[in-house]
């Protein structure tokens, strides 16, 4: 069965860059999370989503990250004038409902700024 | 959340058994206890989720005392593809509290 997909795997570019950064839930999962992982370090919780909904934005680092999402689908993370400090991998997931004990994981990208 | 604490690392030798405790001193009534496993590279798989006394699946056991301030995640004749980062997770997880994933525990096993 399909699981959670991310694109791309893989991210190269410059500092003052624009990215986005791609997730695509498992079907019929309401529940959508956002978390960034430094190398060697445990993951960093960012956003959620509800449905369409995020109604908590105070985990992104800065007003340089934003997140959407279309209905019960596709979300995207954009992060505008990439930094350095951006650079780790950008991890999504979802399940069935808010709150779920399990979250199931796509592969993430690897966000690396030059 | 509750503050967990858990070995930086652990090394192993196929065919043992592989005990990984975290500590919760502060875990409240209504916390659950969840464990990940991340492999390199990928996302974080949930492995099992207790909240009191003793919980099995097919993958791991989950321990867990009467007091609840401490589990123990036991893996069972582990193998070389069992190497990975493990995570402890507490908490009720609705909508306002979300995962916390701390530094988890890297488990090397060897030939």
């Known amino acids: 069965g399909a699981g959670v997909s991310q694109s791309p795997s893989n991210k190269v570019t410059e500092k003052g860059k624009d990215v986005e950064l791609r997730c695509d839930p498992i079907?019929?999962?309401?529940?959508l999370y956002w978390y960034r992982q430094r190398l060697g370090q445990g993951l960093e919780f960012l956003i959620y989503?509800?449905?369409?909904?995020?109604?908590?934005k105070s985990g992104l680092p800065s007003d340089r990250f934003s997140a959407e999402r279309t209905g019960e689908s596709v979300s995207t993370l954009t992060i505008q004038r990439t930094q350095q400090e951006d650079s780790a991998v950008y991890l999504c997931a979802s399940s069935p409902f808010l709150g779920a004990y399990e979250q199931y994981f796509g592969p993430g990208t690897r966000l690396t700024v030059t | 959340l509750a503050k967990t604490t858990q070995p930086i690392s652990m090394d192993s030798y196929e065919g043992q058994e592989v005990n990984i405790t975290c500590s919760h001193n502060?875990?409240?009534?209504?916390?659950?206890i969840t464990w990940y496993q991340q492999f390199p590279s990928q996302g974080p798989r949930f492995i099992i989720q207790?909240?009191?006394t003793k919980v099995t699946n097919e993958v791991a056991s989950l321990f867990i005392p009467a007091d609840r301030k401490s589990s123990t995640l036991s893996l069972p004749r582990v193998s070389l593809s069992d190497t990975a980062v493990y995570y402890c997770l507490v908490g009720l997880y609705n909508a306002g509290n979300m995962l916390t994933f701390g530094g988890g525990t890297r488990l090397m096993v060897k030939p």
């Open positions: 079907s019929g999962h309401t529940a």
């Open positions: 207790g909240y009191k």
């Open positions: 502060n875990i409240a009534t209504n916390d659950y």
């Open positions: 989503f509800q449905g369409n909904s995020a109604p908590d």
